[in-house]
């Protein structure tokens, strides 16, 4: 079966608008034009764009969704088994979630006082959970097993003030980023402060620190493109300015 631009869409639950851009950036092209001009999409096509979809639902960027489907050795059986698997995860993290929401709820309507632990737990999971579907891979490869297990424990040991304060730092830190990054200056009062609380946040996850891991851990926040995505969505070019700032913090402690 063949389908027009509008009536894929209809069918994905996508705009037009999306579909003729897929085109314009070489992600999705139709199988063919017709005499009149519009563009025919045909099964492969709907297969492509299906695990376009997949990828897109798990926040990957566009250029790297390309860069994976356009491969010559991408395997659609092997992509819907993984993706398959980030599905089941995801859901597992949500019943946990929907879990401690519940026991929330529960103890609210009986006037009751959840302990620091109980009312935690599901949010510290959820980090957690979630930053292991989302970079697990690339850090164990980068940090060892041990590494990662140890700072996850370190997040599920958090106390509430503990929690908090991890919060505030991640929001100040943010903060003085993005002053420093409309200064345009890495090597700014603001950039080094925001640099030394990008460490201070770290060392609720780390159980040591050195100044090569936090350089490292800059250039991968510019090479991996889900840490890059996750930085520029506050601004265009944070990720990178992030690093420069990080790397001028660790150069002044010499």
């Given at each position: 079966m063949e389908y027009t631009v509008q009536k894929l869409a209809h069918l994905a639950d996508v705009s037009a608008r999306?579909?003729?851009?897929?085109?314009?950036?070489?992600?999705?092209?139709?199988?063919?034009?017709?005499?009149?001009g519009?563009?025919?999409y045909g099964e492969h096509e709907i297969n492509q764009l299906q695990q376009i979809l997949f990828y897109r639902e798990l926040g990957l960027h566009l250029e790297k969704i390309k860069e994976i489907v356009a491969s010559p050795t991408f395997d659609r059986y092997k992509?819907?088994?993984?993706?398959?698997?980030?599905?089941?995860?995801?859901?597992?993290?949500?019943?946990?979630l929907i879990q401690n929401v519940e026991k929330t709820i529960y103890a609210e309507e009986r006037n009751e006082k959840?302990?620091?632990?109980?009312?935690?737990?599901?949010?510290?999971?959820?980090?957690?959970?979630?930053?292991?579907?989302?970079?697990?891979?690339?850090?164990?490869?980068?940090?060892?097993?041990?590494?990662?297990?140890?700072?996850n424990q370190k997040v599920l040991n958090m106390t509430e003030e503990q929690y908090r304060e991890l919060t505030a730092t991640e929001k100040e830190m943010f903060e003085k980023l993005k002053k420093a990054f409309e200064e345009g200056?890495?090597?700014?009062?603001?950039?080094?402060?925001?640099?030394?609380?990008?460490?201070?946040?770290l060392l609720y996850y780390w159980n040591s620190y050195s100044k090569?891991?936090?350089?490292?851990?800059?250039?991968?926040?510019?090479?991996d493109e889900r840490f890059k995505q996750y930085y520029d969505q506050h601004g265009d070019g944070l990720a990178e300015f992030l690093r420069d700032a990080i790397y001028a913090y660790t150069e002044m402690e010499k």
């Open positions: 999306t579909l003729r851009y897929y085109d314009e950036i070489n992600l999705l092209k139709p199988a063919r034009i017709n005499s009149s519009y563009r025919i992509a819907l088994k993984e993706h398959h698997l980030g599905l089941l995860e995801e859901k597992e993290r949500l019943n946990k959840m302990n620091d632990k109980e009312k935690f737990e599901g949010f510290k999971k959820e980090l957690v959970e979630e930053n292991e579907r989302k970079y697990g891979k690339e850090i164990r490869q980068k940090y060892g097993e041990k590494e990662v297990e140890h700072s200056d890495p090597q700014s009062e603001n950039a080094l402060r925001a640099a030394e609380l990008h460490k201070k946040w090569e891991a936090h350089k490292g851990l800059g250039e991968m926040y510019v090479s």
